[in-house]
T-cell receptor, first 111, second 113 residues
Framework: GQQVMQIPQYQHVQEGEDFTTYCNSS?????IQWYKQRPGGHPVFLIQ?????EVKKQKRLTFQFGEAKKNSSLHITATQTTDVGTYFC???????????FGQGTELSVKP | DTAVSQTPKYLVTQMGNDKSIKCEQN?????MYWYKQDSKKFLKIMFS???????INETVPNRFSPKSPDKAHLNLHINSLELGDSAVYFC????????????FGPGTRLTVL
């Protein structure tokens, strides 16, 4: 079945360092979504990428969708303690609205 | 003004008991979901309803039965609870099926003793 793999599983950084998480799908995706879950919280939608090669920015966050629409990345520049949490990518599986989530990357930021 | 709400937030119960979790959304969405998040934070979809109709039914034990009385509510009833059912259960909703962003509820942390 369709799989969405995400690496790394954990990332510990010093405040001010950059951070990147990578997402790979076993199949071509119509779009990819990114969510952030703060410790003890619930997943919150960040962004959706639809076009091949698309790049979108949200302040210090840069999201990319691969040319083949099978991989994606989230890059955070100059991390802050408020960036702490688990970042999930998710891709839709068929038209039923089913999202396949990656395993998540848990980011911790040391002040 | 909560968009997606769940009750209860915490649920501690004994093995073998039956329990229910309720979910309501006031976003006007017509699709609702139940997810299970295990201790390793892996999020897995369990069920999806669109306009009260069951759309997605993953490989979930028959002890789990969702019910959608209307498109703003999706409840989850669990019979004969087992230790392995301990997890955080998230309700979510979206506008239409397909490729739309999903809005998650705050979660229900279920602990089975």
């Amino acid at each position: 079945g369709q799989q969405v793999m995400q690496i790394p599983q954990y990332q510990h950084v010093q405040e001010g360092e950059d951070f990147t998480t990578y997402c790979n799908s076993s199949t071509t995706l119509s779009n990819i979504q990114w969510y952030k879950q703060r410790p003890g919280g619930h997943p919150v939608f960040l962004i959706q990428l639809v076009k091949s090669g698309e790049v979108k920015k949200q302040k210090r966050l840069t999201f990319q969708f691969g040319e083949a629409k099978k991989n994606s990345s989230l890059h955070i520049t100059a991390t802050q303690t408020t960036d702490v949490g688990t970042y999930f990518c998710a891709g839709p599986y068929n038209q039923g609205g089913k999202l396949i989530f990656g395993q998540g990357t848990e980011l911790s930021v040391k002040p | 003004d909560t968009a997606v709400s769940q009750t209860p937030k915490y649920l501690v119960t004994q093995m073998g008991n039956d329990k229910s979790i309720k979910c309501e959304q006031n976003l006007g969405h017509d699709t609702m979901y139940w997810y299970k998040q295990d201790s390793k934070k892996f999020l897995k979809i369990m069920f999806s309803y669109n306009n009260k109709e069951l759309i997605i039914n993953e490989t979930v034990p028959n002890r789990f039965s969702p019910k959608s009385p209307d498109k703003a509510h999706l409840n989850l009833h669990i019979n004969s609870l087992e230790l392995g059912d301990s997890a955080v259960y998230f309700c979510a909703s979206s506008h239409r099926q397909g490729n739309n962003e999903q809005f998650f509820g705050p979660g229900t942390r279920l602990t089975v003793l």
